[in-house]
């Protein structure tokens, strides 16, 4: 242990008067870090990134930092939510790229543990809402030769009544009948037509709800991610959840 740390020392001291190449810091820093590791002090990713910079000043090169990241799919459950009060059938969006942390913890004995957290994605999300809009209370203008059947106006809940009532007698409707029911059918079809609509909400990181897998032989975050909708008490959508499988070894 002794002679370790003489050669840390050495090699400190030799580095230190040559021009501050990334490659020699990052060995440097490796180095440290060891000792501290045998020592059995717990680094804290902050604790790591605050030495480095108060050296070096440099940014740290792939291998020393305990950042890591990953492209996942984004799976979106609605459940009952709704938008503009409308009842949400799909919501779909983009891969979005997480960071995360993987901190080692060792002992002089060897490593205690091997921890995944600080999950952290955008600040938003792009959705795209697919819903059907509301038919049973829309009220829709008759055309005037239809007029003297079924009124000036008609609403949604009228028409399908009209349709049933119709369908009954659909083998014996005359001219007329048959033109107010193919009116009726159309309006129907046209407004159960589905809408879709892109979005954009905020994403909270701060209680991002892990669903740990050990004995995978990997640690890391799994390819596909859970958001979870739902309305507030103004009716605003907004994700109330955020789920994310990880992997222990």
Excluded: C
């Excluded at 440099?58 to 979106?76: I, R």
């Excluded at 913890?105 to 060897?110: I, L, M």
């Excluded at 829309?138 to 000036?152: A, M, Q, S, T, Y």
């Amino acid at each position: 242990m002794r002679g370790l740390f003489y050669f840390v020392l050495i090699f400190i001291n030799k580095t230190n008067s040559m021009k501050k190449d990334s490659k020699i810091l990052n060995e440097v820093h490796k180095m440290k870090n060891l000792m501290k590791y045998m020592g059995g002090e717990k680094l804290s990713p902050k604790q790591l990134k605050e030495n480095y910079y108060e050296e070096s000043e440099m940014p740290l090169e792939e291998g020393v930092s305990d950042n890591y990241s990953n492209e996942v799919k984004v799976n979106v459950n609605p459940s009952q939510a709704t938008i503009n009060g409308n009842k949400i059938e799909d919501a779909e969006a983009s891969s979005i790229k997480l960071s995360y942390i993987i901190d080692i913890e060792g002992r002089q004995w060897g490593i205690k543990g091997i921890s995944l957290y600080a999950i952290e994605g955008p600040s938003e999300i792009e959705l795209q809402v697919s819903y059907y809009p509301p038919f049973e209370n829309e009220e829709f203008i008759v055309p005037e030769n239809l007029r003297g059947v079924l009124g000036d106006k008609i609403s949604g809940n009228n028409i399908t009544t009209q349709i049933n009532r119709l369908n009954d007698f659909e083998d014996d409707l005359n001219d007329s009948e048959q033109e107010v029911f193919n009116w009726l059918y159309e309006k129907q079809k046209a407004s159960e037509s589905e809408e879709v609509v892109t979005i954009k909400l905020p994403l909270n990181w701060d209680d991002v709800n892990k669903e740990e897998d050990s004995g995978t032989g990997l640690v890391t975050v799994g390819e596909e991610i859970d958001l979870q909708l739902a309305n507030n008490e103004k009716g605003e959508l907004y994700v109330s959840g955020i789920t994310v499988p990880v992997y222990t070894l």
